[in-house]
């Protein structure tokens, strides 16, 4: 099974930094159209997908992702309260 291209291989690939591949298939903030260009190419070369639950995320601002390892039993488990509650 092939590895899933993420942005940080796109990144290292170009080498620049995963914020500028970000800005650049986000179409966000300065960045130049000849380095947007380079980086959205070499990311349809690479095979690379936006994940599904990012661009979920980004059509309904509403919804909150929390990751964490394990929240059965301690602190984590009221992190997890806490921010269920504040939300």
Same mark, same amino acid.
């Given at each position: ?5 993420? #942005? +940080?291989?796109?990144? @290292?690939? /170009? ?6 591949? &970000?800005?650049? =298939? &986000?179409?966000?903030?300065?960045? !130049?159209?000849?380095?947007?260009? /380079?980086?959205? @190419?070499?990311?349809? @070369? =690479?095979? +690379?997908? *936006? !994940?599904? !639950?990012?661009? !979920?995320?980004?059509? &309904? *601002?509403?919804? #909150?992702?929390?990751? /964490? *390892?394990?929240? #059965?039993?301690? +602190? /984590?488990? @009221?992190?997890?309260?806490?921010? +269920?509650?504040?939300?």
């Amino acid at each position: 099974m092939q590895k899933k291209v993420t #942005i +940080y291989d796109v990144a @290292e690939r /170009l080498g620049i930094s995963t914020a500028t591949v &970000n800005r650049a =298939m &986000n179409d966000k903030g300065s960045i !130049s159209i000849k380095t947007k260009r /380079l980086v959205q @190419e070499t990311a349809r @070369e =690479m095979g +690379y997908r *936006p !994940s599904k !639950s990012a661009s !979920s995320l980004k059509r &309904n *601002p509403r919804r #909150i992702a929390v990751l /964490l *390892p394990d929240t #059965i039993h301690g +602190y /984590l488990a @009221e992190v997890e309260k806490g921010v +269920y509650k504040a939300a």
